[in-house]
């Protein structure tokens, strides 16, 4: 099975409107963490936003907020205000507790339309 | 500047030859990721070094594949007898954990294209 789905290979949002990226993941280990990360055409990748698996509170930061649903494993990226700036890809990843590795989704292609 | 290098930024090879990649962590961060991009994919795990911890080797996808990493620090990753398969781009990534938090910092990668 997929550690982590992205089911949106792209999106379009309206500039100043906000979109939700979905990422559901998949794990049995009670400690875990979550990141987005936004790759631009540039290519380099960038950390958005993190939550752990213990955190009581969603996460936020800046115009960026994790919709982090435990008992659905869902962990979706809510991004306010668009901003043209904000067209990239967006990848989803998770860290197990127990593990060293980074699972990364397939991605989702955002572009925002002026 | 601080942050992670990557060199070369691209590389074209043909079939058959080896290649090396090499990746000059941040100063300070023990644990260093290698991933692999292919077109339109997510970022496939390739192997991590924690401080003077044996490696986690269990990304690399053939035994054409290795790594290694002097001094704690600067990290080379070796593809032998390149394949067309091959082509990606290679990003390398150091971490620190901050607050509980492992936090990635990605190179700007390598464009590999093998002929």
């Known amino acids: 099975a997929q550690k982590i789905t992205q089911t949106q290979p792209g999106m379009f949002v309206q500039e100043k409107e906000a979109v939700t990226l979905d990422c559901t993941y998949d794990t049995s280990d009670p400690s875990y963490g979550l990141f987005w990360y936004k790759q631009p055409s540039s290519g380099e990748m960038i950390f958005l936003i993190y939550q752990g698996s213990y955190d009581q509170q969603n996460a936020t930061e800046g115009r960026y907020s994790l919709n982090f649903q435990k008992a659905r494993k869902s962990a979706n990226l809510v991004i306010s205000a668009s901003q043209l700036g904000d067209s990239a890809m967006y990848f989803c990843?998770?860290?197990?507790?127990?593990?060293?590795?980074?699972?990364f989704g397939t991605g989702t292609s955002l572009t925002v339309i002026p | 500047g601080a942050g992670v290098s990557q060199s070369p930024s691209n590389k074209v090879t043909e079939k058959g030859k080896d290649v090396e990649l090499r990746c000059d962590p941040i100063?300070?961060?023990?644990?260093l990721y290698w991933y692999r991009q292919s077109l339109g994919q997510g970022l496939e795990f390739l192997i991590y070094f924690q401080g003077n911890s044996a490696p986690d080797k269990s990304g690399l996808p053939s035994d054409r594949f290795s790594a290694e990493r002097t001094g704690g620090s600067v990290s080379t990753l070796t593809i032998q007898r390149t394949q067309q398969e091959d082509s990606a781009v290679y990003l390398c990534?150091?971490?620190?954990?901050?607050?509980?938090?492992?936090?990635?910092?990605f190179g700007p990668g390598t464009r590999l294209t093998v002929t």
């Open positions: 990843a998770m860290r197990e507790g127990t593990g060293n590795q980074f699972y």
């Open positions: 990534a150091s971490t620190k954990r901050l607050a509980g938090i492992y936090e990635q910092y």
């Open positions: 100063s300070g961060h023990t644990a």
